[in-house]
């Protein structure tokens, strides 16, 4: 009877259940903990200028919507909404009842994948599993299909994948939906398709409280390793859900001259993740680097493809992947 009683005020109000059911976090003040996460970002935050958010306006609106009589929910809200105009798939709040995140990355663009396709029509029944890798020849040209950057990759499934395709005419590599992950799997990967030690990018760290200030670029290299390597053509399919370790993928990737990346724009994400708690136990993180080409560019917003390919929506209604398509014949 006390449980239907208790329900019956959950349905009566909403937010005074929320209440109930969501415990106050820690002796910290809502003001307290909106204060201390705003002056965090303020000071290790690596994009202000880059993305030329104005973080004092940002504070100006936010502030004032922060009660001490607030609940939790209330608060996290404004303090996600807050994060949202960084406008970056790298910054979340997580609390018990929520994760806050900015996906207009890839939202705003055509998926530009359909694995349902690309299983029945291309990899269909005869394809290997080698580790993470989906993986069969097309028309005289290898396919790989690596979804996450998370899923380890050993020196024995790359080797593999090597010496498979050595025959072929070329190699499709797509990692469209793939979120990222693990950089030790990008550069175990890529000590394949390198034969010297390759610069493809430079890092750049906050140094100090100061929003412009960053340490010198740091370049990074991609060495040889293992006693395979494939230099004969590859493409590098791509869409805007590319993201984070995948960014740095295409980017290496990128420098190599028997590459070319087809598709749509990476969807960016090229700063290392900074982590920290709140007093009332929610965490954070949000990116303390950034990422640049050889060349200075910043890849914060993506890597644009040598080839634009959007899949048809005709091609797709009669199975057929117009970019896998693409890839294929400028291999063949």
Known sequence: M????????????????????????????PVENFEQLWHTVNEKYSFFGFKQVDWDSVYAVYRPQVKNDMNVVEL??????????????????????????NFDWYLNAPPNFNYDIVERN???????????????????????????????????????????????????????NNGGGSLSNVRRIMSRFVKEKTLYAYWIYKSGPGRNEFSEPIPQYIEPEGDYRYEKPVVILTNRQCFSAT????????????????????????????????PNGWTYRFSVTSTLTPEGENVEFGIPPDVRVDIR????????????????????
Not at 261 to 270: A, E, Q, R, S, Y
């Open 2 to 29: 006390r449980r239907f009683v208790f329900l019956l005020l959950c349905i009566a109000s909403l937010t005074g259940c929320e209440q109930v059911l969501i415990p106050t976090d820690g002796d910290a003040t």
């Open 76 to 101: 996290f809200d404004v303090m996600a909404d807050m994060l949202f105009t960084l406008r970056d798939g790298h910054v979340n709040l997580r609390s018990q009842f929520d994760v806050s995140r």
């Open 122 to 176: 291309y990899l269909r029944d005869d394809y290997r599993i080698t580790g993470p890798f989906l993986n069969t020849a097309i028309d005289s040209v290898g396919y790989v299909y690596y979804g996450s950057f998370s899923s380890s990759v050993s020196e024995f499934h790359i080797d593999f994948i090597v010496n498979r395709f050595q025959n072929a005419k070329g190699l499709i590599f797509d990692v469209r």
């Open 247 to 278: 960014n740095d993928f295409v980017l290496a990737m990128s420098a190599l001259p028997n590459v070319t990346i087809v598709g749509d724009t990476t969807g960016g994400g090229g700063g290392l993740p900074y982590h920290g708690e709140l």
């Open 313 to 332: 929506a005709a091609d797709a209604q009669r199975g057929r992947d117009t970019m896998l398509d693409r890839a294929i014949d400028l291999l063949q």
